[in-house]
């Protein structure tokens, strides 16, 4: 597969806007945080019921672990003036095959989010009109898959645009729309009869690994982390922006995980739209803002997959077969959110295997092979070898047990 494309492309995705050349601090950092600003905001209350009360010391922690990652990452950058992207940082590091692995990686993990796109919206479509049914092909279907396919439709043909300019601009509303959602369902607890009243586990050892792959995939920025770096005007300040970004990121989501526990406790599901009364005038607009947002991002998710497809392809060139090829990685994805969809669990199989991996695992690793190189024992990295166990301890484990589930729910008993 051809990765040189992703450098121009990685900052099209779920993460964030494309940034502009020589930014200032200030819109670096409004970047920063539309980059950490996603789809995860509504699932971090889930999070907190699965791990209890202390699990919000984890948030803190994963958020530590992930800023310094992202500062390795910048280290990695100084070293060669070349280096432009993530898969860049791969290949100087460990070659061809280090850029191929940090590419892979990626793209799994922009499908996988384009899979939770679908899933997201038709669940809250479902939840607006639960007695909707769909007649396809004759065959009567449920409204959470007619919404699934629905949303396919409507997304389609935004994929078949080459320049993605204008849903780009239209995605970096993700910070308000996250403000927004957090508002809404504050307002929904204080003065629409909800109310706070849960008080909930302190503790629970058995929903720990989910909690954490939950809460890591609310920070897995990093692939467009050197993008945006490399657009600063003084990038020596982007360790400012990274902190910026974390704590505000941290803030937000530490906030709606509070409020969505107290206000529901362990009735929480996966995601905490679902678990709004539609009546409430709050509840829609935190509903509705939540269904905007995805499908003016799923375009922006899918191309650099595509494109890069597009590279190793005949004809690369045409748009007949550029269309065929989007229409056919939609389809793909449409396949997978009928088959599992379980918006929980495959949030945290792409937090506990993907982002993970790309967050904390292969920055440590690059870092470890650019700079300090791996005999140079020193209590930096030991360190870094305590963070590569314990992120690989989270991953083997957070994938373990959310495969399970997936399992348990996709096999007939």
């Known amino acids: 597969m051809d990765t040189n494309n992703v450098e121009t492309i990685e900052s099209q995705n779920q993460h964030g806007s494309p940034p502009t050349k020589g930014t200032t601090f200030i819109r670096t950092c409004f970047n920063g945080v539309n980059t950490l600003s996603g789809v995860g905001i509504l699932s971090v209350p889930y999070a907190l019921s699965k791990g209890?009360?202390?699990s919000l010391m984890l948030l803190l922690l994963v958020a530590l672990l992930c800023f310094y990652t992202g500062l390795l990452l910048r280290r990695c950058m100084d070293s060669d003036p070349l280096i432009k992207s993530y898969p860049d940082i791969g290949q100087v590091a460990f070659g061809r095959k280090g850029r191929v692995i940090v590419s892979?990686?990626?793209?799994?993990?922009?499908?996988?989010?384009?899979?939770?796109?679908?899933?997201?919206?038709?669940?809250?479509?479902?939840?607006?009109?639960?007695?909707?049914?769909?007649?396809?092909?004759?065959?009567r279907i449920g409204?959470?898959?007619?919404?699934?396919?629905?949303t396919a439709l409507v997304v389609l043909p935004t994929t078949w645009l080459r320049s993605l300019g204008v849903l780009a601009y239209v995605s970096a509303g993700g910070v308000m729309a996250s403000l927004i959602l957090v508002v809404a369902v504050l307002w929904g607890g204080a003065f629409d009869g909800i109310g706070f009243h849960e008080r909930g586990d302190l503790w629970n050892w058995s929903g720990l690994s989910t909690a954490i792959s939950l809460f890591t995939f609310c920070y897995c920025g990093h692939a467009v982390f050197p993008t945006i770096c490399n657009s600063m005007k003084d990038k020596s300040q982007f360790p400012k922006v990274l902190l910026v970004c974390f704590v505000l990121s941290t803030i937000s989501y530490g906030s709606m995980a509070i409020f969505g526990y107290l206000?529901?406790?362990?009735?929480?599901?996966?995601?905490?739209t679902l678990n709004l009364p539609t009546?409430?005038?709050?509840?829609?607009?935190?509903?509705?803002?939540?269904?905007?947002?995805?499908?003016?991002?799923?375009?922006?998710?899918?191309?650099?997959?595509?494109?890069?497809?597009?590279e190793t392809v005949p004809f690369r060139e045409s748009k007949t077969m550029s269309c065929l090829i989007r229409t056919c990685i939609v389809t793909s994805t449409v396949f997978v959110a009928l088959?599992?969809?379980?918006?929980?669990?495959?949030?945290?199989?792409?937090?506990?295997?993907?982002?993970?991996?790309?967050?904390?695992?292969?920055?440590?690793?690059?870092?470890?092979?650019?700079?300090?190189?791996?005999?140079?024992?020193?209590?930096?990295?030991?360190?870094?070898?305590?963070?590569?166990?314990?992120g690989t301890l989270l991953a083997v484990v957070g994938t373990y047990t959310t495969l399970t589930d997936i399992i348990k729910e996709v096999v007939p008993k």
Not at 143 to 150: D, E, H
Not at 263 to 272: A, D, K, V
Not at 359 to 387: D, N, R
Request: charge should be neutral.
């Open 279 to 310: 009546k409430n005038i709050s509840s829609k607009i935190a509903i509705y803002t939540t269904l905007i947002n995805p499908i003016s991002k799923y375009a922006l998710v899918i191309s650099p997959i595509a494109t890069a497809v597009e």
């Open 104 to 139: 892979t990686f990626l793209y799994l993990e922009l499908f996988f989010v384009a899979v939770e796109f679908l899933i997201m919206e038709g669940d809250n479509l479902h939840k607006l009109f639960p007695k909707e049914e769909f007649v396809v092909f004759g065959s």
């Open 52 to 54: 209890g009360w202390l």
């Open 263 to 272: 206000m529901f406790g362990e009735h929480l599901t996966s995601q905490i």
């Open 339 to 390: 088959v599992v969809p379980f918006f929980g669990y495959v949030m945290a199989f792409i937090g506990a295997f993907l982002s993970i991996t790309v967050s904390v695992l292969l920055p440590c690793l690059c870092y470890c092979k650019i700079i300090i190189g791996f005999k140079k024992f020193g209590v930096e990295l030991m360190v870094i070898f305590m963070i590569l166990l314990f």
């Open 143 to 150: 409204g959470k898959q007619g919404f699934v396919l629905l």
